[in-house]
C-alpha cells in the first residue's frame, strides 16, 4: 500500500514559494595562527555550492519523483545565475524565479577546517518585500497555480513571505481548489488562515502561537492545538516534535505516530523532508493518519545522513513496506 502510494508521487506538480538560498562551502585545513590577528588561517583546497532554504524543498521533491517548481525572489546578480544553474542541474523549474535590483541572492557561506566549522558569513536582504515584487511575485504565483497539484509555503523568515502575498495566494488556491501546505517560522506563524496543512515543529508552535506547552500533559496540548485550528480557521495541524514523534489532527481526532528509533547523525533539513512528503500526500487526498505516519518515516530516514540531503526514495519505499 505504502510503495503505491510512493509510486503515484511521480509527476505531481508542486509549487514551492519561499525563501531560496545557496549554501556555500568552503573546504580546507588549518595549519597556521595569522600574523595579523589572533585568528586561524584555512587553506581552502575545495568549494562546493549547494540549493538551500525552499530550494531544498524542490530537491526532496524531485528525489520523490515529482516535478516542483521554485517560486521566489532574488537578486539580479551573479549569484542569481549561480542559483539558476543549480536548479537546472537538479531538474527544478525556475519558471517562478523572479530577480529583483532591490534584493540580494541569499548566500550562506561556511568555511570548514577538518569537518569542523570555523565561520559562517550570511550575505542577506531580510526586509519583507517592497510592494512592486510583491506584486510580481503573486502573479507569477497565480498563474503557475493552474497548472499545480498542491502549494507548499517554505517560510525561513528571510522577507519573500509577507502577509500580504500570504493572503493573495491562499485565497487564490482556495478558489483553484489547490491545497496548500505549510512550514511556518515566526514572523509569519499567525498570518497563513485557512491552510489546509499547516506543520509547525513544538517550538515554532510555541514561540509562534506565544503559549507555553508541557508536552506530557496531552490535554493541555491538545487544547493549544485546537485553539490555533480554530484562530486560524486550519483543515489540518502537523506538529512534529522530535524525540517524541510527531501528532496530526483534523481538530476531531488527534493522531500520535512515535519516533522511529535511529541512528541519528545530523537534523538538518529533516523539517524540509517532512513538508516535501506531507504536501504530496495530500495532493493524493490521503487520510491524515497516513500523511503523518509516511512524512515521518521520511524525516527520520534523512536524519542518519550527515548534512543536508534530500530523501532516498528506494530507502522509504524499503521501510515503508513494514508499515503496510
Known amino acids: 500500500m505504502n510503495k503505491e502510494i510512493i509510486k503515484k508521487f511521480k509527476n505531481l506538480n508542486v509549487l514551492v514559494l519561499g525563501d531560496v538560498m545557496i549554501d556555500t562551502y568552503l573546504i580546507g585545513k588549518v595549519e597556521r595562527i595569522s600574523p ?45 545565475n549561480n542559483l539558476i544553474k543549480l536548479l537546472q542541474k537538479n531538474k527544478i523549474s525556475a519558471a517562478g524565479i523572479i530577480k529583483s535590483n532591490n534584493r540580494i541572492t541569499t548566500v550562506k557561506t561556511r568555511v570548514i577546517s577538518q569537518s569542523h566549522q570555523m565561520l559562517r558569513v550570511d550575505s542577506e536582504i531580510t526586509n519583507p518585500l517592497d510592494q512592486a515584487d510583491s506584486k510580481k511575485l503573486e502573479n507569477s504565483v497565480k498563474k503557475l497555480l493552474r497548472k499545480a497539484d498542491v502549494l507548499i509555503f517554505q517560510d525561513y523568515d528571510k522577507g519573500i513571505i509577507t502577509p500580504k502575498v500570504i493572503q493573495t495566494i491562499i485565497a487564490e488556491a482556495n478558489k483553484l481548489k489547490v491545497p496548500v501546505a505549510v512550514d511556518p517560522k515566526k514572523r509569519n506563524f ?103 505516519m509516511l512524512s515521518n518515516l521520511a524525516g527520520g530516514l534523512v536524519c542518519e545522513e550527515v548534512g543536508v540531503v534530500p530523501i532516498n526514495k528506494n530507502r522509504l519505499i524499503e521501510e515503508a513496506k513494514n508499515f503496510d
Open 190 to 292: 499567525l498570518n497563513y488562515k485557512n491552510a489546509m496543512l499547516f506543520k509547525p515543529n513544538l517550538k515554532e508552535l510555541k514561540e509562534g502561537f506565544k503559549r507555553e506547552i508541557d508536552i506530557n500533559n496531552k490535554k493541555e496540548f491538545e487544547k493549544v492545538c485546537s485553539d490555533l485550528m480554530d484562530e486560524m480557521k486550519l483543515k489540518n495541524l502537523f506538529v512534529t516534535m522530535s524525540e517524541h514523534g510527531v501528532m496530526i489532527t483534523d481538530g476531531k481526532k488527534f493522531e500520535y505516530i512515535p519516533a522511529h528509533f535511529r541512528k541519528i547523525a545530523d537534523v538538518s533539513g529533516a523539517g524540509d523532508t517532512v513538508i516535501s512528503v506531507a504536501a504530496l500526500c495530500l495532493a493524493l487526498g490521503l487520510p491524515i493518519k497516513e500523511i503523518a
Open 36 to 80: 595579523e590577528a589572533p585568528v586561524p588561517i584555512v587553506s581552502i583546497n575545495k568549494k562546493e555550492s549547494r540549493l538551500g532554504g525552499a530550494a531544498n524543498v524542490a530537491m526532496n521533491l524531485v528525489a520523490l519523483g515529482a516535478k516542483p517548481i521554485l517560486c521566489s525572489v532574488v537578486g539580479n546578480d551573479s549569484e542569481a
